[in-house]
């Protein structure tokens, strides 16, 4: 595959508000599991959810009941906290819909054999579970979720399959997404809803879009 002059084997992405429309859904659902501490609380809890998008759910909630809380979760606690996450977000996000001209991307990168890989901050049989229920499955070569940080699965990837990094490419919309295609020398472009999200504010210079539409259409930012 050929992006802006450059030839490409494989292609890596995050999943929430990449290829799915589900960042609302996550975001939704924090607010719901906060909603008894007030709407003060909910509210720096969604702005940090907002700004953080690569950060795990289990992560996000040890930081909440510590920071804003006060509170030390014990490992009952987040359990159940998880649990009630996941009961929120699953379903909808197997609903979602996909961002704009997502699944004929990755056809294009089936029919180009270039091969793909998900790279996400959900747990790993929550993210398969919803994969194979949209019927993506048979897009991507592995599907890799919260057991490790992006950048760890990442390297991962490069390693197992012995790939040069300069012939990988990212997509993500999220600090953490960038961070790790940086530390592994792999190219990046942002899968971005305007020039206002937080990434973009963050590293003003990256290569970023609005859908893959876009891209296929030539048009990119940055």
Not at 70 to 97: H, M, T, W, Y
Not at 153 to 164: D, M, P, R
Request: glycine share 8%; aromatic share 12%; charged share 25%.
């Amino acid at each position: 595959m050929k992006l802006r002059g450059k030839s490409y084997r494989a292609v890596i992405f995050d999943f929430d508000g990449v290829l799915a429309d589900s960042v609302e859904v996550k975001t939704k659902a924090f607010e719901a599991v906060f909603e008894e501490w007030g709407e003060g609380i909910q509210q720096k809890v969604v702005t940090h959810h907002q700004h953080h998008g690569g950060m795990t759910r289990t992560e996000k909630f040890l930081f909440y009941y510590r920071h804003y809380l006060n509170q030390e979760l014990d490992r009952e606690g987040l359990a159940s906290l998880c649990e009630r996450f996941s009961s929120l977000v699953v379903e909808k996000v197997i609903a979602s819909p996909e961002i704009g001209g997502a699944e004929s991307f990755l056809t294009l990168c089936r029919d180009q054999d270039v091969i793909c890989f998900v790279d996400s901050a959900t747990p790993d049989d929550e993210l398969k579970r919803i994969v194979k229920a949209r019927n993506w499955e048979s897009y991507f070569r592995e599907i890799l979720g919260s057991g490790k940080s992006k950048q760890e699965n990442l390297e991962w990837i490069l390693e197992t399959y012995g790939y040069n990094p300069a012939d990988c490419l990212f997509f993500g919309d999220a600090s953490s997404d960038y961070e790790a295609a940086a530390g592994c020398g792999v190219d990046f472009i942002g899968i971005l809803p305007n020039k206002d999200a937080p990434l973009l504010k963050k590293y003003p210079n990256i290569s970023w879009a609005n859908d893959f539409q876009q891209i296929m259409e030539g048009n990119l930012y940055g």
